[in-house]
């Protein structure tokens, strides 16, 4: 994370449809709108899951991430951020406070989480 930028986290798994249907490629159309967020993408094991670095990549058509993608592996990070499930985003304000969190990857997410990051634009 980085201070004096707004950061954001989306927690995703690979067996969520919603995730990689449409929240990965929503993060993707971020990245454009917003190029001076921190963009901090964070897949998630549950129970016993394991999932390689090609089983996270298969999502991709290109098999490679237009982004790094880091893995939670006991969902440590997830429960820090007592996210709902998955995919879930926080918004960091530049003092790594957090600004939003928003469970969920359907429109009205996603506007919420397009207005949050127009909001602390500077």
Same mark, same amino acid.
């Given at each position: 994370?980085?201070?004096?930028?707004?950061?954001?986290?989306?927690?995703?798994?690979?067996?969520?449809?919603?995730?990689?249907?449409?929240?990965?490629? !929503?993060?993707?159309?971020?990245?454009?709108? !917003?190029?001076?967020?921190?963009?901090?993408?964070?897949?998630?094991?549950?129970?016993?899951?394991?999932?390689?670095?090609?089983? #996270?990549?298969? #999502?991709?058509?290109?098999?490679?991430?237009?982004?790094?993608?880091? #893995?939670?592996?006991?969902?440590?990070?997830?429960?820090?951020?007592?996210?709902?499930?998955?995919?879930? =985003?926080?918004?960091?304000?530049?003092?790594?406070?957090? !600004?939003?969190?928003?469970?969920?990857?359907?429109?009205?997410?996603?506007?919420?989480? =397009?207005?949050?990051?127009?909001?602390?634009?500077?």
């Amino acid at each position: 994370m980085k201070k004096k930028k707004v950061n954001l986290l989306l927690f995703y798994n690979t067996y969520c449809m919603g995730c990689t249907g449409r929240a990965i490629p !929503f993060a993707y159309e971020l990245t454009k709108d !917003f190029p001076e967020v921190n963009l901090i993408v964070i897949h998630t094991n549950f129970g016993n899951q394991t999932f390689s670095e090609n089983e #996270i990549l298969d #999502i991709f058509t290109t098999k490679t991430s237009p982004f790094n993608i880091y #893995i939670d592996p006991n969902a440590e990070t997830y429960n820090h951020f007592q996210c709902e499930g998955t995919p879930h =985003w926080i918004v960091l304000d530049q003092e790594l406070q957090i !600004f939003r969190s928003i469970f969920g990857s359907q429109n009205q997410a996603q506007q919420r989480l =397009w207005y949050a990051l127009e909001s602390l634009k500077n």
